[in-house]
Nanobody, 126 residues
């Protein structure tokens, strides 16, 4: 399984951006897909996750109400719609996936994800 993240770029504060993560490889049937981000000098932080079949979502506190995660099963793609962007959202964004049936409280832990994309840089600046 390979994950390819795209859609990053430079955006002004208050703007919007949509990230995509396309999966390829052998039959792709994860339990959960997520987005994490890592700013320079910081730990990798949970952003959002969605269960692949049922579409249940959860978000990190810093993005709730501003970001939306979704998935397109037919396209093997997960999206992260980001709105009302702030300079502190600047980071490299990574998509991740796992086949393990994690309980919701485990979704925030990056060590529970088995597959990772290469990351896409989002810069929020005027």
């Amino acid at each position: 399984v390979q994950l390819q993240a795209s859609g990053g770029g430079l955006v002004q504060p208050g703007g919007s951006l949509r990230l995509s993560c396309a999966a390829s490889g052998r039959t792709f049937s994860p339990y959960l897909m997520g987005w994490f981000r890592q700013a320079p000098g910081e730990e990798r932080e949970f952003v959002a996750a969605v269960t692949w079949r049922s579409g249940i979502t959860d978000y990190g506190d810093s993005v709730k109400g501003r970001f939306t995660i979704s998935r397109d099963i037919a396209k093997n793609t997960v999206y992260l719609q980001m709105s009302s962007l702030k300079p502190e959202d600047t980071a490299v964004y990574y998509c991740a996936a796992t086949r393990r049936g994690l309980i919701a409280t485990s979704w925030y832990d990056r060590t529970n994800y088995d597959y990772w994309g290469q990351g896409t840089l989002v810069t929020v600046s005027s």
